[in-house]
């Protein structure tokens, strides 16, 4: 009870009552996009071969649907596995893996920024004020940010979704976030492309090697994340 009463105290003494309101209506919109996603069954609804037919049927413009479809997918806390699976399907391993990049990319800086906006100066709030040890982790973030951010969509160590709003709280500058994004999420959103296009076609061989090439990204970001624990 101490703890919490203290946790308390500190957030009360964040001055600024817009701080208050803009980080309050950050996290309203969090929770009523999560429990959306849940409540409603998006994820057992959207399945690759519907997201196929439904995109096909906007015919020249279904490279345009489907990455506005997966920016608000990131923002929106949709899964984004079905949908790049579908990328590979619709578009083949080329072009799915650029539309579905820079889907993801758009999608993650608008939730960075929405984020920034609505979080930030209530977080930085709090490191002026209360917890000094938060904000000296906050300026390492800041000093490495390209590196950690290609860590961490590499060798994902939380949800995509989530860890586009998360990192929009912290001091990384949007140039770090989006160019870490950008060539970060290239190997694993080539490797779900390439199966969702394999699936597509059929092809055994084909599919042997996509799930092979998920497993050695897997493996590989499972040791990046031990040394980087351990260091």
Known sequence: MKNGSKICCKFRNVKNKKLILRFAALVAFLVIAWFAV???????ILHPAM????????????PLVYMVFYSAAAVLFIPGAPLTIAGGALFGPVFGTLYTVIGATVGAALAFLLARFFGRGFVGALEGENWKKLGE??????E????????????????FNGLNFAL????????????GTLFGVIPGTFAYVYLGDSLASLNLIQ????IVLLAVLSAGAGKLTKKKMVK
Request: hydrophobic share 50%; aromatic share 22%; glycine share 8%.
């Open 137 to 142: 982790y906050d300026k390492k973030i800041e």
């Open 51 to 62: 997201i196929k037919e439904k995109v096909l049927a906007f015919g020249m413009f279904a």
């Open 38 to 44: 849940k409540y409603f069954g998006i994820s057992q």
């Open 144 to 159: 490495n940010g390209l590196g950690i951010v290609l860590f961490l969509r590499f060798a994902p160590l939380f949800p």
């Open 207 to 210: 599919i042997t090697f996509a």
């Open 168 to 179: 929009g709280l912290t001091k990384i500058t949007f140039k770090d976030y989006f160019f």
